[in-house]
């Protein structure tokens, strides 16, 4: 993947993420960017997220870990969008 690719992954998984979590949940409102959500539950969304990398690390799963590394990157960066 070149870093342009990249970059367009985590835009579009940002993308995806405002979407499904535009709403009022049991964790606040919004995804890990908005204000609404506690840092406590953004540190889990990336935790889990990670826990996911892993598992397709050892199942050695080259197209499930880019989308897990994508994934965790968006989260990384929407919690960086909320400082």
């Known amino acids: 993947m070149t ?3 990249i970059f367009r992954a985590i835009r579009a ?4 993420q ?3 979590w535009n709403k009022t949940h049991r ?4 995804d890990c ?3 609404r959500v506690s840092n406590a539950t953004k540190s889990a969304v990336l935790a889990e ?8 690390v050892l199942e050695g799963d080259t197209t499930q ?5 994508v994934q965790v990157a968006a ?5 960086l969008e909320a400082l």
Do not use: I, N
């Open 33 to 35: 960017s908005s204000l």
């Open 75 to 79: 989260v990384a960066v929407a919690w």
């Open 13 to 16: 998984e940002r993308k995806r």
């Open 27 to 30: 964790f606040g409102f919004g």
């Open 49 to 56: 997220e990670s826990g996911e990398v892993c598992r397709a």
């Open 65 to 69: 870990l880019r989308k897990e590394l």
């Open 18 to 20: 405002r979407a499904q």
């Open 3 to 5: 870093r342009d690719h």
